[in-house]
């Protein structure tokens, strides 16, 4: 299948500031053998990408996918396409793709999203207020003007546990009534006024995440591939899928005990796989990284 290949022209050439998380574990886990095929769900800066490819070898398929335009053009390759993964059954089928030895999806932000999109992805620089993946999805700073506040505080509340959620969203209304809230230091500003700063946390962080999840539709995307998953593998397939949020978990968490009570996968791991000391001093941004992985078994006769 020419659609399904590993790259002739080699992985993103661009420099990249982005360390993938948990590249040994995940390894192990989804054991990449040559000739097998691969699907890299989240492709980012290409790290995980790299590292399969280097297990399967020549014979070996893989397909990338990202959301995010950018990071597909980046890939500078003859396998990356720009898809959400929540679509993956029907690339599959678009495509001719058969059921996969592996997938592995990378559920966090990388750190070329989060410094180089000039998406809004993080207050630490005033960018537009965006904080989307892709230009199809409306940007935030759009829907804090939708939103009504109680809507909009249920969002801040359920998507990024944050217990000041309906102060925030008061503030936020209030600031719209005579101001535009249209870049990231401007939303920052607003909820630093109602929440100073204590410890290392900004008081902008929960909130900005919840933005994000809310606006992408998260974790509507993650349990669409979820409950795909059997249209996805192949029989003895492993899929391996990085959390940063508790949420996230969760939903992998549960899904996966789902597969397996139903008797057509197996938990590769009960207890999720977190970065060891070592990695976390290299890489403060994996120290919320938790892996699952399950194991899809040869249906019964």
Same mark, same amino acid.
């Given at each position: 299948?020419?659609t ?7 992985l993103?050439?661009?420099v990249?500031?982005?360390v ?5 574990e995940?390894?192990g886990?989804?054991n990449p053998?040559h000739?097998?095929?691969f699907i ?11 590292a ?6 020549k014979?070996?398929k893989?397909l990338?996918?990202?959301w ?7 890939c500078?390759?003859?396998?990356c396409i720009?898809?959400?993964?929540a679509?993956? =059954? ?8 058969k059921?996969?030895?592996? #997938? ?6 990388s ?9 809004g992805?993080s207050f ?5 207020l965006?904080m ?6 409306t940007p935030?700073?759009?829907l804090?003007k ?6 909009l505080?249920?969002?801040?509340w ?10 925030i969203?008061?503030?936020?209304k #209030? ?8 870049t ?10 109602i929440m =100073?700063?204590?410890?290392? #946390?900004h008081p902008?962080?929960?909130t900005?995440?919840?933005?994000r ?6 974790l509507k995307?993650?349990?669409?591939v ?5 249209k996805?593998m192949?029989p003895?397939g ?5 959390s940063?949020?508790?949420?996230e ?19 590769i791991?009960k207890? =999720? ?15 919320s990284?938790?892996l699952?992985?399950?194991?899809f078994l040869? =249906?019964?006769?």
């Amino acid at each position: 299948n020419p659609t399904l290949m590993r790259s002739r022209n080699g992985l993103a050439n661009s420099v990249s500031s982005h360390v993938p998380v948990l590249v040994k574990e995940v390894l192990g886990i989804l054991n990449p053998k040559h000739g097998e095929s691969f699907i890299d769900a989240t492709y980012g800066a290409g790290g995980h990408s790299k590292a399969i490819l280097e297990k399967i070898g020549k014979t070996g398929k893989l397909l990338a996918l990202d959301w995010n335009e950018t990071a597909a053009i980046r890939c500078r390759t003859d396998y990356c396409i720009v898809e959400n993964f929540a679509n993956l =059954p029907e690339v599959m089928r678009k495509f001719g793709i058969k059921p996969v030895d592996g #997938l592995l999806i990378d559920l966090g932000v990388s750190t070329d999203e989060l410094e180089h999109s000039r998406r809004g992805f993080s207050f630490q620089r005033d960018e537009p207020l965006l904080m989307t993946y892709n230009d199809q999805k409306t940007p935030v700073r759009d829907l804090l003007k939708q939103l009504t506040e109680k809507e909009l505080a249920d969002v801040i509340w359920k998507y990024g546990e944050e217990r000041n959620s309906r102060k925030i969203a008061k503030a936020i209304k #209030l600031r719209l009534r005579k101001l535009a809230i249209r870049t990231t230091k401007e939303l920052a500003e607003v909820i630093e006024l109602i929440m =100073p700063r204590r410890g290392k #946390l900004h008081p902008a962080t929960k909130t900005f995440m919840a933005l994000r999840i809310y606006a992408n539709d998260e974790l509507k995307n993650l349990e669409e591939v979820l409950k795909n998953l059997d249209k996805i593998m192949a029989p003895a397939g492993r899929t391996a899928i990085i959390s940063f949020h508790s949420l996230e978990d969760r939903l992998v968490k549960n899904y996966f005990k789902q597969w397996a009570t139903a008797g057509k996968a197996e938990l590769i791991n009960k207890k =999720p796989i977190t970065p060891g000391r070592e990695e976390i001093l290299q890489n403060p941004r994996s120290r919320s990284a938790k892996l699952r992985a399950i194991l899809f078994l040869n =249906p019964k006769p």
